[in-house]
């Protein structure tokens, strides 16, 4: 079975830090890849996919994520956070085998001091 | 911006009742999903519906569980006798084809509380 794994689960930033998040996953298939924000009190909010191609993804909000197969891993990365990206961050992994079902990462809290 | 709404966003409810969660999807959107997420821990895959059927369950998602889509906006997740265990936040979303790049757009949840 397919497994997601987010290794930091809270993370402190300033505003104007850089940003990177880990997230790899247990699957030698094709897969097709998520990261999604809940800011505090809202909903899951799609912020980039990989599905084929360029495996450098770029997001809404200055984010961006890259595909690296040989590592299992598609890590979320921001230059310079701002105190609105406060939000819970989760990965998603579809893998093609695997119909439709998505399945998540534990999620990592992140805080942003302004 | 189209989004999936859920109602209601919080049901309390005793062990052994029945409830019923809706969703409704993006109107162009053919492939439904329900997800739940448990206090603390990691958001879970239950069903998918696509054509009027169930395409693919959960181990979760066992007899007490049943979704319809009962006309053209609506989807709803039926719990025949909820259990303690039941409480969770459940996420509705949608989605066009998945396999050609359609991610999934979910709702706001609704918390349900079994006591």
């Known amino acids: 079975a397919q497994s997601v794994s987010q290794h930091n689960h809270h993370v402190i930033l300033s505003e104007a830090a850089s940003l990177e998040l880990g997230c790899n996953y247990s699957y030698g298939g094709t897969v097709n890849l998520f990261w999604y924000v809940q800011y505090p009190g809202q909903h899951l909010q799609l912020l980039l996919k990989?599905?084929?191609?360029?495996?450098l993804v770029k997001g809404i909000k200055g984010f961006e994520a890259e595909f690296i197969k040989s590592k299992f891993s598609f890590n979320l990365r921001k230059p310079s956070v701002q105190w609105s990206d406060t939000a819970e961050y989760f990965c998603?992994?579809?893998?093609?085998?695997?119909?439709?079902?998505?399945?998540f990462g534990g999620g990592t809290r992140l805080m942003v001091k302004p | 911006e189209p989004e999936v709404t859920q109602t209601p966003s919080h049901q309390v409810t005793q062990m052994g009742q029945e409830v019923i969660l809706r969703c409704v999807p993006i109107?162009?959107?053919?492939?439904f999903y329900w997800y739940r997420q448990i206090l603390g821990q990691k958001v879970e895959f239950l069903v998918s519906f696509y054509n009027n059927e169930i395409s693919e369950k959960s181990e979760i998602f066992d007899d007490q569980f049943s979704v319809e889509r009962p006309d053209g906006s609506n989807f709803t997740l039926k719990i025949r006798s909820t259990k303690l265990e039941d409480s969770a936040m459940y996420f509705c979303?949608?989605?066009?084809?998945?396999?050609?790049?359609?991610?999934?757009?979910f709702g706001p949840g609704t918390r349900l509380l079994v006591l």
């Open positions: 109107s162009n959107h053919l492939y």
């Open positions: 990989y599905f084929s191609g360029d495996p």
């Open positions: 979303a949608s989605s066009e084809d998945p396999q050609i790049a359609g991610a999934q757009y």
């Open positions: 998603a992994v579809n893998a093609n085998n695997a119909g439709n079902m998505l399945t």
